[in-house]
């Protein structure tokens, strides 16, 4: 994932009314990246990939059965969502 998409996927996530909304949303424009919803709190030992006014964006890495953040945008597989804390 680049720079570029990144911000895209912020604005569209910060857009949306809540976390869910930014979820379906983005997987309905960045299909077939899984979007997974998570709570801030499980992640705040994680620096977001990206931060907006109401959402933090982090990169997902899989290796097929466990998932993981990254910070390397060639390993996302995925994103995911949370609302900032």
């Known amino acids: 994932m680049d720079a570029a998409t990144l911000a895209d996927a912020l604005a569209l996530a910060d857009a949306a009314a809540d976390v869910r909304q930014a979820a379906a949303r983005l997987r309905e424009r960045f299909a077939p990246l899984r979007v997974v ?3 801030a709190f499980d992640l705040r030992g ?3 990939a990206a ?5 933090a ?3 997902g890495a899989s290796d097929g059965h466990c998932w993981q953040v990254t910070d390397d945008p060639a390993r996302a597989a995925g994103l995911f969502v949370a609302d900032r804390a």
């Open 37 to 39: 919803v998570v709570d």
């Open 57 to 59: 964006l982090y990169l």
């Open 51 to 55: 931060t907006g006014v109401h959402r």
């Open 46 to 48: 994680e620096t977001p």
